[in-house]
T-cell receptor, first 112, second 111 residues
């Protein structure tokens, strides 16, 4: 069964460093998303991406965050200058649109 | 503000019991309601509900949506230890490419 894959599964980074989280969405999907889940809290929407541009973003997704689809398969989330409060599980997801949203296994980011 | 509330937050039952998990919502523009199971990492899809009163079923799991009263339930019959997980309810908004999640129900099935 096709799945969303994410790398790395776990990353530890120093505060202020840049981090790039990578995702390979399901191949025929058109909509791509990033969500995050701080330990013990709700899953929160960050950003959605369609037709090579951001279609929606939350208040969390400030200027420190950016997304890119550099080629036909990868979808990346960059955090420019990490803060302690960015520590969370980051989930990539994809969908055909109007259909089920499928999630990857997540990338656990620890900022120290 | 769009809101999804799940109850109970935590539930411990014995293997073989039947459980009912609740999800209520207040959103500006409802499109669909989804249930996910989160065991260790990725939420895995269970059901997508768009119409009121139509039960969706998959094995021992079933779910139904009430768009008038703005809630959904997820039923699990003859529970097994493998059903232990956090069950997430999420609402998809019309015209917005995003899901609003509830806080989840942590279900523990004891042998």
């Amino acid at each position: 069964e096709p799945e969303v894959t994410q790398t790395p599964s776990h990353q530890v980074t120093q505060m202020g460093q840049e981090v790039i989280l990578r995702c390979v969405p399901i191949s025929n999907h058109l909509y791509f998303y990033w969500y995050r889940q701080i330990l013990g809290q709700k899953v929160e929407f960050l950003v959605s991406f369609y037709n090579n541009e951001i279609s929606e973003k939350s208040e969390i997704f400030d200027d420190q965050f950016s997304v890119e689809r550099p080629d036909g398969s990868n979808f990346t989330l960059k955090i420019r200058s990490t803060k302690l409060e960015d520590s969370a599980m980051y989930f990539c997801a994809s969908s055909l649109g109007g259909n089920t949203i499928y999630f990857g296994e997540g990338s656990w980011l620890t900022v120290v | 503000e769009d809101k999804v509330v799940q109850s109970p937050l935590s539930l411990v039952v014995h293997e073989g019991d039947t459980v009912t998990l609740n999800c209520s919502y207040e959103v500006t523009n409802f499109r669909s309601l989804l249930w996910y199971k989160q065991e260790k990492k990725a939420p895995t899809f269970l059901f997508m509900l768009t119409s009121s009163g139509i039960e969706k079923k998959s094995g021992r799991l079933s779910s139904i949506l009430d768009k008038k009263e703005l809630f959904s339930i997820l039923n699990i019959t003859a529970t097994q230890t493998g059903d232990s997980a956090v069950y997430l309810c999420a609402v998809e908004l019309q015209g917005a490419q995003k899901l609003v999640f509830g806080q989840g129900t942590r279900l523990t099935i004891n042998p």
